[in-house]
């Protein structure tokens, strides 16, 4: 192998102790797991990379696959160099950028998805370029599979604890080799790293990730993030993620950085994306109410969607809903058994008595976030949202309206009652609200949660927020102190929100989430929460699980069950055997039960996603655990099971090098992927600027 005269010695000893040896299995038995399309070992044209067989798992030949529906397109929007550009601006003043395409392909079975992404770089410049993209994910994705590919070259990438595969990573780019690293900055925010490529070269990226579907009210919901959302970070906290103007990277002051197009800037990078929708039963409704698509219907149970124009900018989240027969699913479990043991999701939906059932009176508490990134459109859509809600309350229920920014204020010292004066006073009261400042979210759940509890009522309290912060974790801690006996449903506002955040509030905050967004109206999603909230939830829950042997069950307390929305329990067993499952609580002062029955001689195979979707299941009750405590005995725990299960966490990464050659020239250029900010979402109230101009690469 031409090395270029390079000192291979420090990469060579970190690949080697890396691979340990082994032709399929890293070191520490952890599997490279099975699906990445290709073929392992020599032979097939692979080659011989860093002196041995145990380098050739980093390198696997290109092959044809029926089913491969990522192929070049010559003819594909996109394919040229990436540019940016001012609207109506002359040609010489396009900026180039290396990401030039995403491709995403989605397949739904029952109510667990499997999704591969890939992101396609190409160097446009005259010089080597080390490519930096801060990118979403949905927060409950199980990502356990990434590969590279260079050419006529696949090469597999393996998890590492993440010091570790950072080290591999800046080791092979100082000696010249093409490098990629995947790491997590939050459960819904990764950092992918491709360093070395060359001018004009064409570098893939694919990783695969599965997740659990959303269901709510008859209706199953997969949402894919296409940007993140610039955050805010409080003073003095540096572990955040900056928002900053392209080309002005490393003035925030946070651990990780997002670049963004500048207003009247439109970047080149697209998206295609398609989802494979396999029901098991009858779709009576679908719906796509972010983005034009086709729809292909080849049987009741199932439906082909694609986005219709396959250069869609990613601004804002890609959500596909649909209802099947019946006003609910039934009830059930999905498993799958390998030589790791039994593994099982379930799905649990209310009994129908709950609907018969009168609510106690409420105590409502709604909590706006009206910082500077809700200007315009996110708080008008807050704003209506509790307008309607209001008018949904009853004479027995009482009611506090809360806003943040730099601070929080509210409409009185407690909750008053839900008078016809007190609430044309609150409608007077939200007309007044504006948006300006930061996002001091702390301040909102110490003014929402703090004040004395009526025993009489059920407390919900509501956050209308779009998420962008920095300090998620400071915020889980602070409602796990201060919850009590309220119930958060957190509703996300705007076209790209904090998922993790919202999803993270809810969970802890024993309620449930919602998203508001132009596209889809406010009032459907507030309605949905009122029908939901209108009748009592079952509350106490216990589970017999008569007579399956179960253990690591996740979550482990039971959260109460509400109308409308599914409980969903991850976990092990052992045996086989058909079992009646009883779940039982109460709802007021009735008690209640729901019974389901499971096969689990039915578990060989049937739905592999499950093992990873019960670890990262695992994983997130660890962090949830951990909220601002950084406890070291619990961070080795999710590493361990990361690695165990070859998983994404923050203390794990995935990292692949292309070891057949090294590449030409001394150096190469850092160049961050700029992204647009979300659709509905200021430039100027959310990204940072340097004083001066930074210098750029140029084509």
């Not at 179960?550 to 052992?574: C, I, K, M, N, Q």
Request: overall charge negative; aromatic content about 8%.
């Amino acid at each position: 192998m031409n090395t270029g005269g390079r000192n291979l010695g420090a990469v060579s000893m970190l690949l080697a102790a890396a691979l340990g040896g082994c032709s399929f299995y890293g070191s520490g038995g952890y599997p490279m797991h099975a699906g990445a399309r290709g073929e392992y070992g020599p032979g097939g044209g692979a080659g011989t990379a860093l002196g041995g067989a145990a380098d050739e798992l980093w390198v696997i030949a290109r092959a044809t696959f029926p089913d491969e529906s990522v192929e070049p397109d010559e003819e594909r929007p996109g394919t040229g160099a990436l540019m940016a550009r001012r609207e109506g601006a002359a040609e010489g003043d396009e900026v180039p950028m290396p990401l030039r395409h995403t491709e995403v392909d989605a397949a739904i079975s029952g109510y667990v998805a499997r999704v591969s992404v890939v992101q396609q770089y190409q160097n446009p410049f005259d010089e080597k370029i080390e490519a930096v993209y801060v990118f979403p994910l949905p927060s409950n994705s199980a990502v356990n599979e990434f590969v590279m590919t260079v050419g006529e070259r696949k090469i597999r990438g393996i998890i590492r604890e993440r010091e570790e595969a950072e080290r591999i990573y800046e080791e092979a780019r100082a000696q010249g080799y093409v490098a990629s690293l995947l790491t997590q900055e939050r459960p819904n925010v990764f950092t992918q790293k491709v360093a070395n490529i060359e001018p004009g070269q064409a570098i893939d990226v694919e990783l695969l990730y599965y997740q659990t579907l959303e269901y709510a009210d008859g209706w199953l919901e997969w949402a894919f993030p296409m940007v993140v959302g610039p955050r805010f970070n409080p003073p003095g906290f540096d572990g955040g993620i900056g928002a900053v103007g392209r080309g002005d990277q490393g003035i925030s002051g946070q651990a990780t950085e997002v670049s963004y197009l500048r207003p009247g800037e439109r970047s080149g990078h697209d998206i295609g994306l398609t989802v494979a929708v396999d029901a098991g039963v009858a779709i009576e409704e679908l719906e796509v109410p972010t983005h034009a698509v086709s729809v292909e219907r080849p049987e009741r149970a199932r439906a082909l969607v694609k986005l219709a124009d396959r250069a869609v900018i990613p601004n804002k989240d890609f959500v596909l809903r649909y209802r099947v027969a019946g006003t609910q699913i039934k009830s059930g479990l999905l498993t799958h058994r390998d030589e790791r043991g039994g593994f099982f999701t379930l799905m649990a939906y209310p009994p129908a008595a709950l609907a018969d059932l009168p609510r106690q009176p409420m105590e409502m508490v709604f909590v706006l976030d009206c910082s500077g990134s809700m200007y315009g459109q996110p708080l008008e859509l807050a704003k209506d949202a509790v307008r309607y809600a209001l008018g949904r309350l009853g004479p027995d229920d009482t009611f506090q309206i809360i806003t943040f920014s730099d601070d929080a204020s509210s409409f009185g010292d407690e909750p008053v009652p839900a008078t016809r004066r007190n609430l044309e006073r609150a409608l007077d009261y939200l007309d007044d609200i504006d948006s300006e400042g930061g996002t001091m979210m702390d301040a909102g759940i110490r003014a929402a949660l703090d004040f004395p509890h009526d025993p009489r009522r059920f407390r919900i309290v509501s956050f209308l927020t779009d998420g962008y912060i920095g300090n998620e974790l400071e915020i889980f801690a602070s409602i796990r102190e201060r919850l009590g006996p309220a119930r958060i449903f957190s509703f996300g506002v705007g076209s790209s929100v904090n998922r993790y955040l919202m999803e993270g509030m809810a969970r802890i905050g024993r309620g449930a989430v919602a998203y508001v967004n132009a596209d889809d109206g406010s009032q459907r999603a507030v309605a949905a929460f009122f029908d939901r909230i209108a009748h009592p939830a079952m509350t106490d829950v216990e589970i017999d699980w008569g007579g399956m042997e179960v253990h690591d069950v996740y979550p482990s307390r039971v959260p109460d069950l509400f109308v409308g929305r599914a409980l969903v329990l991850t976990g092990r067993f052992e045996g086989g055997g058909r079992h009646t499952v009883r779940l039982s609580g109460r709802a007021g002062d009735r008690a209640v039960s729901l019974e389901l029955d499971v096969d689990l001689d039915a578990a060989e195979a049937a739905y592999p996603g499950i093992p990873f979707v019960w670890a990262r299941k695992q994983i997130e009750v660890l962090e949830d655990r951990d909220a601002g405590e950084n406890s070291p005995a619990i961070a080795a725990q999710i590493k361990d099971l990361a690695l165990e299960y070859g998983l994404m966490s923050a203390y794990t990464a995935f990292v692949a090098v292309d070891a057949s050659r090294v590449t030409e020239g001394d150096h190469g250029t850092v160049v961050p992927v700029a992204v647009p900010v979300p659709e509905g979402v200021r430039y100027e109230t959310t990204v940072q600027e340097a004083a001066e101009p930074s210098t750029r690469p140029r084509p």
